[in-house]
């Protein structure tokens, strides 16, 4: 078993429901600061199947451009640290973010899907 390296995540996953941007972004910024400074990748890799992960999809669907660009760098960097072998939420987040390619209103700008 493997000690969490921090406890301030699940305090702030409720910042995927708040309607602020700026608490969100702020929220995005410390789950990704927390997240990618954790040594202990199962934690990660467990936060995300079971409570994070449907929050950052949601975050993808997000009407500022900024938090999705956060979100999909997040993932990006995510799934090069960590060997995350979840097909069911990998071909979800394939998805949402084929979605997003030239979807009105907000069709997807983010340099790095295209």
């Not at 994070?52 to 979100?71: A, C, F, Q, S, W």
């Not at 990998?90 to 997003?100: F, G, T």
Request: glycine content about 2%; aromatic content about 8%.
């Amino acid at each position: 078993m493997f000690k969490r390296s921090s406890n301030s995540i699940p305090k702030i996953i409720y910042i995927f429901y708040i309607k602020d941007r700026n608490i969100r972004k702020q929220g995005l910024v410390k789950i990704s600061k927390e997240l990618l400074s954790t040594p202990h990748k199962e934690y990660v890799q467990q936060l995300l199947s079971q409570s994070l992960m449907n929050g950052l999809l949601k975050t993808l669907e997000d009407p500022i451009e900024k938090h999705r660009e956060m979100t999909i760098s997040l993932f990006d960097k995510l799934l090069d640290e960590i060997n995350f072998e979840d097909k069911v939420l990998l071909s979800m987040l394939i998805l949402r973010i084929i979605s997003r390619l030239n979807k009105i209103p907000f069709a997807e700008t983010c340099k790095w899907i295209k």
